[in-house]
């Protein structure tokens, strides 16, 4: 985003931005906040200040009313972009030509939005029939009907990112696959995951992986080896080490991105046709204290914030 001479950001009119209004100051979205603060209180007598107190923090918390509403409403803060929100489904019914979803929304007939949490109610881009404060309809030959719904949720398909709206309850899960240890709980706290519901699992077995046969069509490499779907999951870090030449141009540290079950591909800098097989080189592994596997997949969207989720790191390389 462009700034000023003073380095000050500026919206897309020209003008700085401004992060709060005169008067009253606007509820805030999530923050990150230390572990704990220190307090300097009263010591003896009326000139020192001796005693220390420790008072816990935390995040913001996205369940509460005030925090829901920034999140559902507005995006990119400080910027606070309007944003779609995510409205909660109650109830919904179908008679063969229209399902009606009991639901207090702010969509409008033409709207296009995804259904979640809905069971066989569950729509992805469904354009919206009509719609009131309390409901709104969509025509599907879907019958039937559900009441008591504890995760029905209904999404715009123009929101600014899947997170818009997960203050109504839910948290979106960010996928932390591959990011160190550090990062990825950070990322899980940024989502809405509570300090205590994050659990990190001891280390996953990381011991070297023999490469049988590797190739490469244009910069993208594939590298044989047995198991090595499972080991190595899509968006893990790896290093790929001890091939000689002509193969030595896959060496490095790469993210996964496909696999099968005894193959793992990624992105090379540079390109070029290679071909070997009937090799027996020790080199393949994941990257120590980076995230292999996440318990509650990501992209999630109906997921309670009181929720837990646990991730597993690699371990130290044996």
Not at 218 to 239: D, L
Request: with cysteine.
């Amino acid at each position: 985003m462009a700034t000023n001479n003073d380095g000050h950001l500026l919206d897309t009119s020209g003008n700085v931005v401004v992060d709060f209004v005169w008067g009253n100051i606007p509820v805030q979205p999530n923050d990150e906040r230390v572990a704990s603060v220190s307090q300097i209180g009263g010591g003896s007598g009326d000139y020192a200040w001796a005693a220390t107190t420790k008072v816990a923090s935390a995040r913001l918390d996205a369940a509460l009313s005030n925090h829901a509403a920034v999140e559902a409403g507005w995006a990119a803060y400080p910027l606070y972009y309007p944003a779609a929100g995510n409205y909660i489904v109650t109830q919904v019914s179908g008679d063969g030509t229209t399902v009606t979803y009991q639901c207090q929304n702010f969509l409008s007939a033409g709207d296009s939005v995804n259904i979640t949490g809905c069971n066989t109610f569950n729509l992805s881009a469904a354009t919206v029939a009509s719609a009131t404060r309390d409901y709104f309809t969509v025509t599907n030959s879907t019958t039937g009907s559900l009441i008591n719904i504890n995760n029905g949720k209904v999404e715009p398909v123009t929101a600014l990112t899947n997170a818009d709206g997960a203050g109504l309850g839910y948290i979106v899960v960010p996928n932390v696959i591959g990011l160190t240890t550090a990062l990825a709980l950070d990322a899980l706290k940024d989502a809405g995951y509570e300090a205590g519901s994050i659990t990190t699992a001891a280390g996953a077995t990381n011991a070297v992986s023999t490469i049988t046969a590797v190739a490469r069509t244009g910069t993208t490499a594939t590298i044989t080896s047995s198991g090595a779907g499972a080991k190595y999951p899509v968006g893990a870090k790896i290093t790929v080490a001890s091939l000689v030449s002509p193969n030595d141009v896959l060496n490095g540290t790469y993210t996964v991105t496909a696999v099968a079950t005894n193959t793992v591909s990624y992105t090379t800098s540079t390109s070029g046709t290679l071909s070997t097989s009937g090799l027996s080189v020790a080199g393949l592994s994941g990257v120590e204290a980076t995230i292999k596997t996440q318990s509650t997949a990501a992209n999630a969207a109906t997921v309670a914030t009181t929720a837990t989720i646990t991730v597993t790191p690699y371990a130290v390389l044996s």
